[in-house]
């Protein structure tokens, strides 16, 4: 047997050996790769909600989950809304201009949503992050001031926030409430978690 036969066979053979360890370590690492991926748990954690808004009466409120936050969709009345500029000089951030929550272009407004009457947010104090409750109603209550316009209020520590979700003077939250990503789909349907510009 000559050295070119024997050189020719080996060589064959560290071919088709090194192509079968190839394979086999394609077939091991796709696992492991996969397992980088989002699990589909995950994925549905972070996925938009649609959300149906078409029972809503004006001063009623509804809360949806997205990520794992509550998030609030309320139906102002006109009278709720008339309100809301005259409580600019007792916020603390009445035009939304502070960026721990950033909110949206499209809520930079002083009733914080894309069509006046429906507001969304989510339903977390910027403070301790502890879910204010609902005090819609206008006039004096326990814990709140006289001329007090309806909103929300903290039971942790005591923020409160007005129909818009801008924070008052003087309270331990530090920011507005966070206005999540959100479009219409239709006149009655809400999408949450995404926008025209990250559709």
Same mark, same amino acid.
């Given at each position: 047997?000559?050295?070119?036969?024997?050189?020719?066979?080996?060589?064959?053979? %560290?071919?088709?050996?090194?192509?079968?360890?190839?394979?086999?370590?394609?077939?091991?690492?796709?696992?492991?790769?996969?397992?980088?991926?989002?699990?589909?748990?995950?994925?549905?954690?972070?996925?938009?909600?649609?959300?149906?808004?078409?029972?809503?009466?004006?001063?009623?409120?509804?809360?949806?989950?997205?990520?794992?936050?509550?998030?609030?969709?309320?139906?102002?009345?006109?009278?709720?809304?008339?309100?809301?500029?005259?409580?600019?000089?007792?916020?603390?951030?009445?035009?939304?201009?502070?960026?721990?929550?950033?909110?949206?272009?499209?809520?930079?407004?002083?009733?914080?949503?894309?069509?006046?009457?429906?507001?969304?947010?989510?339903?977390?104090?910027?403070?301790?992050?502890?879910?204010?409750?609902?005090?819609?109603?206008?006039?004096?209550?326990?814990? %709140?001031?006289?001329?007090?316009?309806?909103?929300?209020?903290?039971?942790?520590?005591?923020?409160?926030?007005?129909?818009?979700?801008?924070?008052?003077?003087?309270?331990?939250?530090?920011?507005?409430?966070?206005?999540?990503?959100?479009?219409?789909?239709?006149?009655?349907?809400?999408?949450?978690?995404?926008?025209?510009?990250?559709?």
């Amino acid at each position: 047997m000559s050295n070119s036969t024997v050189d020719a066979s080996k060589r064959t053979w %560290l071919i088709a050996s090194g192509c079968a360890g190839a394979v086999g370590a394609g077939f091991v690492a796709v696992p492991f790769v996969a397992s980088f991926q989002p699990s589909e748990r995950a994925k549905a954690a972070g996925a938009p909600v649609e959300v149906d808004i078409s029972a809503l009466q004006p001063g009623q409120k509804m809360t949806v989950e997205w990520r794992g936050k509550p998030v609030w969709i309320m139906r102002r009345t006109p009278e709720q809304l008339a309100a809301l500029p005259a409580l600019d000089p007792k916020l603390a951030d009445p035009k939304s201009e502070r960026k721990a929550y950033p909110t949206p272009e499209y809520a930079l407004n002083t009733h914080r949503s894309i069509k006046p009457e429906v507001f969304v947010a989510v339903g977390i104090c910027s403070h301790l992050g502890c879910s204010p409750t609902d005090k819609l109603a206008a006039g004096p209550q326990p814990s %709140l001031p006289e001329d007090w316009q309806g909103g929300f209020l903290c039971p942790c520590h005591g923020s409160t926030f007005d129909l818009a979700g801008r924070v008052y003077k003087n309270v331990p939250a530090p920011d507005n409430l966070e206005v999540p990503p959100h479009m219409y789909l239709s006149d009655t349907r809400l999408l949450i978690g995404e926008d025209k510009k990250s559709a």
